[in-house]
Structures are given as structure tokens and as C-alpha cells.
């Protein structure tokens, strides 16, 4: 079935770091691809989406773009801050509606 | 606009008591997801419902589990009686009807500990 695969373990870095988070996807057809955030406390909140091969989504510095050659959806930021420390969730829609997550990354940045 | 609302925000309760969460999906979301988020499983769907009919329920994990959305506004999940392995973030979520591609809003849960 359709899914989403993320890369293993949290992710900790300095304050200004590059931050990358591999997503990769299995699909028929050809769905959108969301990336979500959840804050310490909080519900998953949508950061941004793609909803098609090349697109490339964006929001609070954050990009990923739609690459159906390599069935990837990598999350970018170029300099993170400590208030991007949350956990990320790579997700993309199938059956009635519903997601498929992954399986979630924590990222730590440290001032 | 308001979003998704999820009540109560904690609950602690003794094993064997029920339990009941509820929930208010945003105004003109036809369905509605109720999920389970612990560490050991992560993000766990339940139950999901398309114009207040449940589609499918085969992630509630026994027959203590039961959910209901009496109206297009209103949902609850109960668990009776309760156990401690119940114990996790319960989310609800909501998203527009019939469209595929359209991303899901979450509330901000309810954080169930069953002592």
C-alpha cells in the first residue's frame, strides 16, 4: 500500500545549522506529499505540501520539493532556530481521505 | 477561524473507570479521525467517520473502545472500562469532504493517564 518512509532517529544541531530530513514515498499514482510539524504540547500542525511532481512547497523557511525520479520529498531549512525544535512527520494522502505518516523525527537545535 | 477542539485537554483517571473524549471538528469538514499517539507506537489511526458514519474501524484496538458522532459538529471516544496501557495523546482531526489531497487539521489533544 501507499506509504511514507522517514529517516531513522532524532536529529540534534546547533542554532544556524542546515537541517535536512529525508522523506521517501511508495505510491500509485501520483498524491500530494505533506510535511507536518508538532510542537512540544501540541496537535500536528500542516507546514507545507506539494501537490505535484516538481512542485516545491514552502513555509517558515522551511522547502521540500516533489521529486517523482527519486520518490523523495526532503524536508529543508537553511539555518534553523531553537524554535524549530519540534517533531516533523512526512504524510501523504490515500484511501477516503485518510494519511499515511511517517514515523516521525525529533529535531533538537541547541543555542 | 477556529480549528479543531478537543476536550479535555489532560485526564487522569483510575483503571476501570470510563473515559470519554471529545471532540469539535472545524465547521464544513466532513470527516473526522481520531488517532492514538504514544512513544512506543507513535501516530496510530483509530476510527474515521464520512458524514457522521463511521468508514472504517479497525484500528480501535478492542471492543473497549467505542466512538460515535451523534452530528456534523460533535464527536466522542470512550473507553470503558480502562486500563493503564491506554494511556497516550489522543487526537481528533478533521479535513474537508470528499477532496482527495486535502491535508487533515488536528486538535491539540487530550493527554489520558490511567493509573
Known amino acids: 500500500g501507499d506509504s511514507v518512509t522517514q529517516m531513522e532517529g532524532p536529529v540534534t544541531l546547533s542554532e544556524e545549522a542546515f537541517l535536512t530530513i529525508n522523506c521517501t514515498y511508495t505510491?500509485?499514482?501520483?498524491?500530494?506529499l505533506f510535511w507536518y510539524v508538532q510542537y512540544p504540547g501540541e496537535g500536528l500542525q500542516l507546514l507545507l505540501k506539494?501537490?505535484?511532481?516538481?512542485d516545491k512547497g514552502s513555509n517558515k523557511g522551511f522547502e521540500a520539493t516533489y521529486r517523482k525520479e527519486t520518490t523523495s520529498f526532503h524536508l529543508e531549512k537553511g539555518s534553523v532556530q531553537v524554535s524549530d525544535s519540534a517533531v516533523y512527520f512526512c504524510a501523504l494522502p490515500w484511501g477516503n481521505n485518510r494519511l499515511a505518516f511517517g514515523k516521525g523525527n525529533q529535531v533538537v537545535v541547541i543555542p | 477561524d477556529a480549528g479543531v477542539i478537543q476536550s479535555p485537554r489532560h485526564e487522569v483517571t483510575e483503571m476501570g473507570q470510563e473515559v470519554t473524549l471529545r471532540c469539535k471538528p472545524i465547521s464544513g469538514h466532513d470527516y473526522l479521525f481520531w488517532y492514538r499517539q504514544t512513544m512506543m507506537r507513535g501516530l496510530e489511526l483509530l476510527i474515521y467517520?464520512?458524514?457522521?458514519?463511521?468508514?472504517?474501524d479497525s484500528g480501535m484496538p478492542e471492543d473497549r473502545f467505542s466512538a460515535k458522532m451523534p452530528n456534523a459538529s460533535f464527536s466522542t471516544l470512550k473507553i470503558q472500562p480502562s486500563e493503564p496501557r491506554d494511556s497516550a495523546v489522543y487526537f481528533c482531526?478533521?479535513?474537508?469532504?470528499?477532496?482527495?489531497?486535502?491535508?487533515?487539521?488536528f486538535g491539540d489533544g487530550t493527554r489520558l493517564s490511567i493509573l
Open positions: 482531526a478533521s479535513s474537508l469532504k470528499g477532496a482527495f489531497n486535502q491535508p487533515q487539521h
Open positions: 467517520f464520512n458524514n457522521n458514519v463511521p468508514i472504517d
Open positions: 506539494a501537490t505535484k511532481a516538481d
Open positions: 505510491a500509485t499514482g501520483y498524491p500530494s
